[in-house]
């Protein structure tokens, strides 16, 4: 089966989505029309870019005409907005993705492996944390999970907690447990990343030893680990209660910051934790620090 797109090029993308949702549209997404990035959105938003194309995917046996009419009557741009059609044919997604997804290794010992490739890792030694795809945050691809990943790799974790804040696919946590952990708890604003915790510990024998927790459900207690793989506003507002939540000697480690922010984020922590040097990798900074007694 193949699929059509129609690609709506507007000021009003919200707009346009509605029009192709209620004109048979099998699902509608948006893409950055001009590779402007939106790397710091403020707690609890989801901007679109400024310059933000609306792509409505239809089965290729729909008539596309009454969209487009629908389009061009309600949309500001009327007969001079810009729409683009293209046949999609259709993938196995899932196996393009593992294509281009090799073993990853992060220290000496830990690996990120989709469950389909376990066989390629031969390492009697290793650490495997099974990863799939999914709708959550977190594959161990970008620099801010792997300079994570990183730091847990060469870790005591041993008998230890962890409180992961905003675990995304819960890879930080289930990697420290399989690292050595005792338990872990993982905090998330999105039920569909404790969903997917829930499910990576699983597959990675390690659910028994997970809690999964919204933020209003979460009650503040010390950790001997704190992992914060967010963005930099949310880490500063969150200084209080992720330093409450670290207990005397605890490693707290903070990563989702640009290189830019380090020095505001460090200042929030600042009063109650000792830092180690930055680690930056790709413009992005991991920081980790020890609680002070």
Not at 151 to 158: Q, T
Not at 169 to 188: K, N, Q, T
Not at 235 to 253: D, K
């Amino acid at each position: 089966m193949a699929w059509m797109q129609l690609r709506v090029f507007t000021r009003t993308p919200d707009f346009a989505d509605e029009i192709l949702s209620t004109h048979g549209a099998q699902a509608v997404s948006f893409l950055d029309g001009a590779d402007t990035p939106i790397l710091e959105p403020l707690p609890g938003e989801t901007p679109l870019w400024p310059d933000t194309v609306t792509v409505g995917w239809f089965l290729d046996t729909q008539d596309l005409a009454p969209a487009r009419e629908a389009l061009l009557e309600a949309l500001p741009e009327g007969s001079t907005l810009r729409i683009e059609t293209a046949l999609v044919e259709d993938q196995d997604w899932v196996r393009v993705w593992l294509e281009h997804w090799p073993p990853q290794k992060f220290g000496e010992r830990l690996w990120v492996v989709p469950r389909e490739k376990r066989h390629e890792v031969t390492d009697a030694n290793a650490t495997i944390l099974l990863l799939d795809p999914g709708l959550a945050f977190g594959t161990g691809t970008h620099p801010t999970t792997a300079l994570c990943l990183e730091w847990l790799s060469r870790a005591d974790l041993k008998g230890k907690t962890v409180l992961d804040f905003g675990c995304g696919s819960g890879i930080l946590a289930i990697a420290a447990l399989l690292l050595g952990a005792e338990r872990a708890v993982c905090v998330d604003i999105d039920p569909q990343a404790l969903t997917a915790t829930r499910d990576n510990a699983r597959v990675n024998g390690v659910e028994d030893r997970v809690v999964t927790l919204l933020p209003a459900d979460f009650k503040p207690q010390a950790h001997q680990v704190v992992l914060a793989n967010i963005l930099a506003n949310p880490l500063i507002q969150l200084a209080p209660l992720l330093s409450q939540c670290a207990g005397s000697g605890a490693a707290l480690v903070m990563a989702g910051l640009l290189d830019r922010h380090a020095d505001e984020v460090r200042a929030a922590y600042q009063s109650h934790f000792h830092f180690d040097a930055d680690v930056t990798r790709e413009g992005w900074t991991r920081l980790s620090a020890t609680r002070r007694a």
